[in-house]
């Protein structure tokens, strides 16, 4: 009889995406921890296999630790459910809603998140003219973690031509966004809790870059932030409400920009919400969940014991 202390993990990590270094570090800390929790651990590498071999392990849990495509847009999801092993974090929809920029701020508009303007354009229609006023912000739509992130500055005569690269590896489709000034905030949910918010202060960079994330001093993070109280409750407010409206599950992380130079208490805009939060040593998830009172081990041990199938 299985019991939960030795209830056999799989995590699931590297794959196949753009984050793929980021989530063999994810990955290679929540097996960690979760052996010294006591459970059972297999790590996999994800490759094209990974149904055989899951089949074949019949693990009791999943522990998602992929980032980006194939493992946070409801492909991974969808394996799981298919071989009914119950997994961590969001279920197919709200992975593959989230993971779409567009389809994402659409659904958060509509919740009464405050989002960005922005408009969804092929690379070439992005390289052949500014489809906003600059400054915007030009994103994949599909990618995490900042990657292939460019920022157009005010100014700026000609619009982005390393989108014409025959290299660019994220796809046909960007989004053009209008640039949002201001402080960096993030707020993680976990179940249906918010957490508390973090303020981003990067060593150098205009806006919290990959290389700001995962390089060691490449950002401070402060916690609390040092907002108003009514600017951090609806900070708090607004990710679980983008964390529901998105049908999040498990734990979730929602990035926000905050001018505080519009107004008296200045304007919040979400700019995504991320349902694999990395878990990396310089993540902001388990930061903020270690305020709350868990260690790493505690964080990871909640995610198994709240893992499902038909999330």
């Not at 640039?179 to 809790?193: F, S, W």
Request: aromatic share 6%; glycine share 10%.
């Amino acid at each position: 009889m299985t019991t939960r202390e030795n209830r056999h993990v799989a995590v699931l990590m590297g794959g196949w995406a753009a984050e793929r270094e980021v989530s063999l570090r994810s990955g290679a800390a929540c097996a960690a921890a979760l052996r010294e929790e006591g459970f059972r651990v297999t790590t996999i590498d994800v490759g094209p296999d990974v149904a055989l071999r899951l089949a074949e392990l019949k693990p009791d849990v999943a522990f998602n630790a992929l980032h980006g495509r194939g493992g946070e847009d409801g492909v991974i999801q969808g394996v799981l459910e298919a071989l009914r092993i119950p997994y961590t974090h969001s279920g197919v929809l709200a992975s593959a809603l989230a993971m779409d920029k567009q389809r994402a701020k659409a659904v958060m508009a509509a919740a009464g998140v405050p989002v960005a303007e922005g408009v969804v354009v092929t690379r070439q229609e992005a390289a052949s003219r500014h489809v906003l006023p600059p400054p915007y912000v030009v994103k994949p739509v599909n990618e995490g973690s900042s990657i292939g992130v460019i920022i157009v500055r005010e100014g700026r005569d000609h619009p982005p031509q390393e989108l014409l690269r025959r290299d660019w590896p994220h796809g046909e489709l960007v989004m053009v966004e209008k640039y949002v000034a201001g402080r960096e905030l993030t707020c993680a949910v976990m179940g249906d809790r918010p957490l508390d918010v973090i303020e981003i202060r990067t060593a150098g960079q205009t806006f919290y870059d990959y290389e700001s994330k995962y390089a060691k001093g490449g950002s401070t993070h402060i916690l609390p932030a040092p907002l108003k109280p009514n600017v951090y409750r609806l900070v708090q407010e607004l990710a679980l409400k983008a964390h529901r409206a998105l049908g999040c599950r498990g734990v979730s992380r929602a990035d926000f920009r905050w001018d505080d130079s519009q107004g008296e208490d200045g304007e919040l805009v979400c700019l995504e919400v991320n349902t694999q939060p990395g878990m990396t040593g310089t993540s902001l998830a388990p930061e903020m969940a270690a305020y709350a009172g868990y260690s790493f081990g505690r964080f990871v041990r909640w995610m198994v014991d709240d893992a499902s199938c038909d999330r």
